[in-house]
């Protein structure tokens, strides 16, 4: 059985640095691209960031760019999300999911998805 689980989120400060991770299982996690999306409230799911399957390439939303960072560990098939100088409009539910094939951003091309962490940045 396939699942992706998402851990780390939190209430914070802004300007402080949270560590999101995802943890995937039951699915053989090397053939994927892997990305993380978020929700904030009343409004859609966006792209926040993406890794290729190998780690070799990476791609960033404007909004974040320069502030997260997406990293993957193949062995241990956990892929990470390194956000800092966080403000409020970073406050959503964070998703990780998966797609066979090469790195894309748009989240109709993602199969499979994790429940979410929830981040709240405070002002």
């Known amino acids: 059985q396939v699942q992706l689980v998402e851990s780390g989120g939190g209430l914070v400060q802004t300007g402080a640095s949270l560590r999101l991770s995802c943890a995937a299982s039951g699915v053989t996690f090397s053939i994927y691209a892997m990305g993380w999306f978020r929700q904030a409230a009343g409004k859609e799911r966006e792209f926040v960031a993406a890794?290729?399957?190998?780690?070799?390439?990476?791609s960033y939303s404007d909004a974040v760019k320069g502030r997260f960072t997406i990293s993957r560990d193949n062995a241990k098939s956990t892929v990470i999300l390194q956000m800092s100088s966080l403000k409020p409009e970073d406050t959503a539910v964070y998703y990780c999911?998966?797609?066979?094939?090469?790195?894309?951003?748009?989240?109709?091309?993602?199969?499979?998805w994790g429940r979410g962490t929830q981040v709240t940045v405070s002002s």
């Open positions: 890794v290729s399957r190998t780690g070799s390439s990476t």
């Open positions: 999911a998966r797609r066979r094939g090469v790195l894309l951003t748009s989240a109709r091309d993602y199969d499979y």
